[in-house]
């Protein structure tokens, strides 16, 4: 059975950083793009970040360009991603994703989901 395992969450003031943690158990997706995506009470899951099955390429939504940075361990089966510089609009529950098309942000093409970890950003 895959399971993804988020951790790292929590309450940060606005400028700080937060690392979340995905861990995948159950298979191997060391040839898939994993990522992030978060959804914010009343609105759609919204795409994050994603990285290729190599780490070697990533994409991201716009607005947390140079804010936050996707990573992976290929040998740990794991997905990170890096928050800084934090803003109240970031605050939303935080899902990873595995097994989607390299390229895509629709959390339609995602094939397998984590439960999610609570992100809150006071200001």
């Known amino acids: 059975q895959v399971q993804l395992v988020e951790s790292g969450g929590g309450l940060v003031q606005a400028g700080g950083s937060l690392r979340l943690s995905c861990a995948a158990s159950g298979r191997t997706f060391n040839r898939d793009t994993m990522g992030w995506f978060r959804q914010a009470p009343e609105k759609e899951r919204e795409f994050v970040a994603a990285?290729?099955?190599?780490?070697?390429?990533?994409y991201g939504l716009e607005s947390v360009k140079g804010r936050f940075t996707i990573s992976r361990d290929i040998a740990k089966n794991t997905v990170y991603l890096q928050m800084n510089s934090l803003k109240p609009e970031d605050t939303a529950v935080y899902y990873c994703?595995?097994?989607?098309?390299?390229?895509?942000?629709?959390?339609?093409?995602?094939?397998?989901w984590g439960q999610g970890t609570q992100v809150t950003v006071s200001s």
């Open positions: 994703a595995a097994d989607l098309p390299y390229g895509s942000s629709r959390y339609q093409d995602v094939k397998y």
């Open positions: 990285i290729s099955w190599s780490g070697l390429t990533t």
